[in-house]
């Protein structure tokens, strides 16, 4: 069973960087892919990043890359999500997600592809 915690989420003036990070308490972290989504107000949630089991492989919504950078550190059970040069349109509430074995195969920049999901981290873009 996978139980995700995110953090460091928070304020930040347009131009500078946060590093969110996504823990999982469970025992098989280095099992699942790893993603990251984010839902501003009023809109829907949308794919930012993901990363393969090992990490040898990673996906980006192609407006961010270049931006944000996922990784992850298997003997701490965390993924990280790196973002510099914020806008305020990048204000919102970011999730982390895990694809078990039960739903490998699917696409990791799609929700759907993804069985388990932390809480959510807000990030607020000020400009």
């Known amino acids: 069973q996978v139980h995700l915690v995110e953090s460091g989420g928070g304020l930040v003036q347009a131009g500078g960087s946060l590093r969110l990070s996504c823990a999982d308490s469970g025992h098989t972290f280095s099992n699942y892919a790893m993603g990251w989504f984010r839902q501003a107000p009023g809109k829907e949630r949308e794919f930012v990043a993901a990363?393969?089991?090992?990490?040898?492989?990673?996906w980006y919504e192609d407006k961010l890359r270049g931006r944000f950078a996922i990784s992850r550190d298997n003997a701490k059970n965390t993924v990280y999500l790196q973002m510099n040069s914020l806008k305020p349109e990048d204000t919102a509430v970011y999730y982390c997600?895990?694809?078990?074995?039960?739903?490998?195969?699917?696409?990791?920049?799609?929700?759907?592809?993804?069985?388990?999901w932390g809480q959510g981290a807000r990030v607020t873009v000020s400009s």
């Open positions: 997600a895990a694809q078990s074995t039960i739903y490998r195969g699917r696409s990791v920049c799609d929700a759907d592809g993804y069985d388990q």
């Open positions: 990363l393969s089991r090992t990490g040898g492989s990673t």
